[in-house]
């Protein structure tokens, strides 16, 4: 198991152009996260996929983001027409959560991170 | 709205002290879990401790050690015989109650360095 895997890890792009970050959790996790941390800050939750549905967006995640997690496995988010304050380190995290376990102390094992610049 | 408060942005410790980082919590719920993460320079977040709001003993895992403080909504972590790998940053969030998934709430973080 090499853990959750994130490509690339780093992005530089102009502002205008379509950018695509891929997560490779952990095999047997069936739940996965995409948060985004800028400068300075602790991480914001973005989105959520139990298997392959996605169950939660935050408000944060505008209508020139999309995340897919087709099989239930590995993910993608793109994110459209990027702007600089897209600058930013997402971070992908994943999860097994067991039907009838309470989801308390659940941690979740987080990916290194895709650095996003946008000029 | 939940809210964690890091109020130190960082912290100096000699290698082998201990140190405490301050973390306080703002929720009107009763059932949460609080966590400590830690960042180092590579990027990934490594989980280091959970404390559950009905868990009446204070967390600890190791070296790490969670003072919890419930009426005063603090969640302290507490690094016992401080090590140079423990410089990075140090997260301190809180998970939305009654969510069934792991949305978490990270406060701003406080950047410790060890010193030998």
């Known amino acids: 198991d090499t853990g959750v895997s994130q490509n690339p890890r780093h992005k530089i792009t102009k502002r205008g152009q379509n950018v695509t970050f891929r997560c490779d959790p952990i095999s047997e996790h069936n739940r996965l996260y995409w948060y985004r941390q800028t400068l300075g800050q602790g991480p914001e939750f973005l989105t959520y996929f139990q298997n392959e549905a996605q169950l939660e967006k935050s408000r944060l995640l505008s209508d020139r983001f999309s995340a897919e997690r087709p099989k239930g496995s590995f993910s993608t988010l793109e994110i459209q027409r990027t702007e600089q304050g897209d600058s930013a380190m997402y971070l992908c995290?994943?999860?097994?959560?067991?039907?009838?376990?309470?989801?308390?102390?659940?941690?979740?094992?987080f990916g290194a991170g895709s650095r996003l610049t946008v000029l | 709205a939940q809210k964690i408060t890091q109020t130190q942005p960082g912290m100096f410790v000699q290698e082998k002290e201990a140190v405490t980082l301050d973390c306080t919590y703002d929720t009107s719920d009763q059932s949460y879990g609080l966590f400590w993460y830690k960042q180092p320079s590579s990027g990934e977040m490594i989980f280091l401790i959970y404390q559950g709001s009905y868990d009446e003993q204070n967390a600890t895992e190791g070296r790490y050690s969670l003072n919890f403080q419930k009426a005063r909504k603090s969640a302290n972590l507490v690094i016992s015989a401080s090590q140079l790998g423990d410089s990075a940053m140090y997260f301190c969030?809180?998970?939305?109650?009654?969510?069934?998934?792991?949305?978490?709430?990270f406060g701003t973080g406080t950047r410790l360095l060890v010193s030998p």
């Open positions: 995290a994943s999860s097994l959560v067991s039907t009838g376990t309470s989801s308390g102390a659940n941690v979740l094992t």
């Open positions: 969030a809180m998970r939305e109650p009654d969510t069934g998934f792991q949305k978490l709430v």
